[in-house]
């Protein structure tokens, strides 16, 4: 995720360099709005921007339906949820069900896939898009990098029902392209989705092919803010092509690094479940369970749904605290974080 | 990176990161050429040619498409594909722009109702109670959920990237439309939303691609195969791997001159990824400018 910030308008300062105008007997003022007008009552202020209010409204009552209502479902995870007696009717069993979750090795499994994989995404397919994007630097052709950039956007675009199509057409193990060209050099042919010392270095190479041409993009665009004049020096002062990357432009996207890295660790709790869920298959679980993959079969192929809502939310709260100390920490650095 | 004096001095490591790029691209376009010529393959020119193609297609048939073209389920799969990447995308970007430019703009509780938005990227009821949800209002299979349910209608990131290039337009071209006696609805459509042309364009390509890939809400929310999307089907028939579909696809064909059912899986991934193929060259720079916008804006 990108980081943005939420910047409140600063309206007296506006006002104080507009004066007001008189029209037809109404007077405008610039900027007038909900804080330059605290004298007047909330009905008033409500009554003037009633068509913008209106604008809001249908964002408010689906915001409040499709994610409000669901926040009050969670309930379920202290209840024994049964779909004819509805969220109302169901009775409390209180921690039951994370009980129930802590005591199970199922649980323990998921987890721990969930974090192995993540901090292996984090430490190989995050770097990915600062090596692509230093490496398309160094080149000298423009042409070139605008193909190279073009190409290796693309994936991006796919969905992962399409990426991971395309990897079970490669990698089967009687008609795919790697198998035969195992095959023709005489080896045996290797299931690999289906190896479980195979597919979490899968999940790892795809995730790299998929975002590194689009993960790079941004510190390119950290990189081109860089002043030209600094590697003119550099180059006087005879420094090399290393020590000008390592001294200079390392050090000027540095911010970006920290922060997207910062942002990648907040978000941990989340493995790549469209990913996952394309590319696993039972033989692998072991290895390749994560939680929401965990809280998809249980919750709607077993219709577990109470004790499946307690996992999903147990991983949300969990998900939500990281988040938030990321946006702390992010802030510490003198960027602006998500707020 | 063209440092003055240095210029065209190739080192070692030129060549080295000239080949990782190469080697890189390649990767992405080799697997797109070999499907291509996978999917036009005869069966005998595969046997001839042991089994396996390189780079061109062994023997030539269209057959393998025209098997998929006769399939009901890729028509359904492609309208509801269609449908809601272009209505959903339009419905999505304008009932987005309505709720950014009042953002943009002094509402009342403006403060509290971004909250009340921007909370939801951080905390939500998750895949059951949202299920539930979905089941109560009627929606299980029902086509509208494609369009309604989230992340689709409202996404509160584009919406703040709406919402700050809003607040980038100067507000004196609408204190003057005021002044000229137009009111919010025309200010908004006839003012602010032409200005606001670039961001909407790259909200939409985002928009529509999302639809365009979607495929878990289909999943989970819709269970007859004549209303699910392209990409479901497709990872049916691939990634589950249901015979039915596949035995469905070769009837009309004799052993003889029937295309491989790889080949045919190989036609289904193209067929699925044509359009994005086909649009992708023209809207990549709006892509790239929209990361950008999110990432440098605020």
């Known amino acids: 995720m990108i980081y943005i910030r939420i910047a409140p308008v600063d309206v007296t300062s506006v006002r104080e360099m507009y004066p007001s105008f008189r029209l037809k007997g109404k007077s405008f003022h610039k900027g007038d709005g909900f804080m330059a007008n605290q004298h007047h009552s909330l009905r008033k202020q409500i009554m003037k921007s009633k068509i913008l209010l209106l604008f809001l409204l249908p964002a408010v009552v689906w915001y409040f339906i499709f994610y409000y209502i669901p926040m009050y479902g969670v309930t379920i995870a202290f209840k024994d ?14 921690f039951e069900h994370f009980e129930r979750m802590f005591d199970s090795p199922d649980f323990s499994r998921v ?70 060209i195992i095959t ?7 299931y690999f989705l289906a190896e479980k010392a195979w597919f979490v270095p899968i999940l790892i190479l795809s995730d790299i092919w998929q975002s590194c041409g689009w993960g790079s993009i941004i510190y390119l665009a950290a990189i081109a803010g860089v002043d030209p004049q600094l590697y003119e020096a550099a180059t006087m002062d005879g420094a090399g092509r290393f020590r000008r990357i390592w001294h200079i432009t390392l050090p000027s996207i540095a911010n970006v690094i920290i922060i997207m890295m910062i942002f990648n660790v907040g978000n941990i709790m989340n493995a790549g479940f469209d990913q996952i869920f394309n590319l696993y298959n039972p033989r692998v679980y072991e290895v390749s369970d994560i939680l929401d993959t965990y809280v998809y079969r249980v919750g709607l192929v077993q219709m577990n749904y109470s004790f499946s809502t307690a996992v999903g939310l147990f991983k949300n709260v969990v998900a939500l605290i990281l988040v938030l100390l990321a946006n702390k920490l992010a802030n510490k650095f003198g960027h602006t974080g998500l707020w | 990176m063209a440092v003055a004096g240095q210029k065209n001095k190739f080192t070692f490591f030129d060549y080295l990161n000239y080949a990782g ?14 499907l291509l010529s996978l999917s036009l393959s005869s069966r005998e020119g595969l046997v001839q040619a042991g089994g396996s193609v390189w780079l061109w297609p062994q023997g030539f048939t269209w057959k393998a498409y025209t098997g998929f073209l006769d399939q009901s389920y890729i028509y359904s799969g492609y309208f509801y ?21 009042a953002l943009a703009k002094a509402v009342p509780f403006k403060k509290t109702i971004t909250f009340y938005f921007i909370f939801t990227m951080f905390f939500t009821g998750g895949l059951i109670p949202t299920y539930i949800l979905i089941k109560n209002l009627g929606l299980i299979n029902n086509p509208l959920v494609y369009i309604l349910a989230p992340p689709y ?30 009111g919010d609805i025309r200010i908004l459509f006839q003012i602010m939303m032409p200005l606001a042309a670039p961001a909407l364009a790259t909200i939409s390509l985002w928009v529509a691609v999302n639809h365009w890939n979607s495929w878990f809400d289909s999943l989970i929310y819709v269970q007859s195969a ?68 999110g990432a440098v804006k605020g």
């Not at chain 1, 949820?81 to 209180?94: A, H, P, Y």
């Not at chain 2, 190469?22 to 797109?32: A, E, G, N």
Request: hydrophobic share 50%; charged share 10%.
């Open chain 1, 81 to 94: 949820f049964s779909i004819t007696k509805g969220i109302l009717g169901s009775s409390w069993v209180g």
């Open chain 2, 153 to 182: 209608l409202y996404n509160t990131f584009y919406m703040l990237i709406l919402r700050n290039f809003f607040l980038t337009i100067p507000d004196s071209l609408e204190e003057s439309a005021k002044m000229d006696g137009a």
């Open chain 1, 111 to 180: 987890l721990r896939n969930t974090l192995v994989i993540s901090t292996l995404k984090l430490v190989f397919v995050y770097p990915s898009g600062i090596f692509v994007a230093l490496a398309l630097n160094e080149l000298f052709h423009e042409k070139f990098k605008k193909v190279v950039q073009s190409i290796t956007y693309l994936p991006h675009f796919f969905s992962w029902v399409i990426i991971g199509s395309i990897l079970v057409e490669l990698l089967s193990p009687s008609t795919g392209l790697v198998n035969q």
């Open chain 2, 81 to 101: 594909t269609v449908f809601r990447t272009i209505v959903g995308t339009f419905l999505s970007v304008l009932f987005m722009s309505l709720a950014a430019y």
């Open chain 1, 184 to 190: 023709a050099f005489g080896g045996e042919p290797v």
């Open chain 2, 21 to 34: 790029l190469i080697v890189l691209s390649t990767s992405v376009v080799y697997p797109l050429i070999y």
């Open chain 2, 226 to 293: 004549d209303l699910q999307v392209i990409q479901v089907h497709i990872r049916k028939l691939i990634i589950e791997q249901s015979a039915l579909l596949m035995s469905d696809a070769m009837e009309f064909y004799d052993q003889a001159n029937m295309p491989t059912p790889e080949s045919m899986k190989a036609a289904a991934i193209l067929i699925t990824m044509i359009p994005i193929l086909c649009v992708y060259p023209f809207i990549q720079r709006y892509f790239v400018k929209g990361v950008i916008l």
